[in-house]
Nanobody
Framework: QVQLVESGGGLVQPGGSLRLSCAASGFTFSSYVMNWYRQAPGKERELVATIGTTGGTTNYADSVKGRFTISRDNVKNTVYLQMNSLKPEDTAVYYC?????????WGKGTLVTVSS
């Protein structure tokens, strides 16, 4: 059974940093592209970052380029999202995601609030 468990969210001031983690289980983690999405209040869920199976390929939404870094540890079966220079508009629930056999799996999310 595929499980994705996010952690690391919280309240941070503008300009601060957070590192999110997503622990994966129930599938061969190293064989799948992993994604981070976010959903702000009243808005649609959006793709934030994607990482290839070896970590050598990454892609980011324009809104987070240069501030966020996605990485993975295929031994720990964990994907990370390092978020720097956080802005109030980064406030959202952040979700880990994997597409496996045409099915999208999601964690329950972790809330990030950027506010002074």
């Amino acid at each position: 059974q595929v499980q994705l468990v996010e952690s690391g969210g919280g309240l941070v001031q503008p300009g601060g940093s957070l590192r999110l983690s997503c622990a994966a289980s129930g599938f061969t983690f190293s064989s799948y592209v992993m994604n981070w999405y976010r959903q702000a209040p009243g808005k649609e869920r959006e793709l934030v970052a994607t990482i290839g199976t070896t970590g050598g390929t990454t892609n980011y939404a324009d809104s987070v380029k240069g501030r966020f870094t996605i990485s993975r540890d295929n031994v720990k079966n964990t994907v990370y999202l390092q978020m720097n220079s956080l802005k109030p508009e980064d406030t959202a629930v952040y979700y880990c995601n994997v597409k496996r056999y045409a099915v999208y799996y999601w964690g329950k999310g972790t809330l990030v609030t950027v506010s002074s």
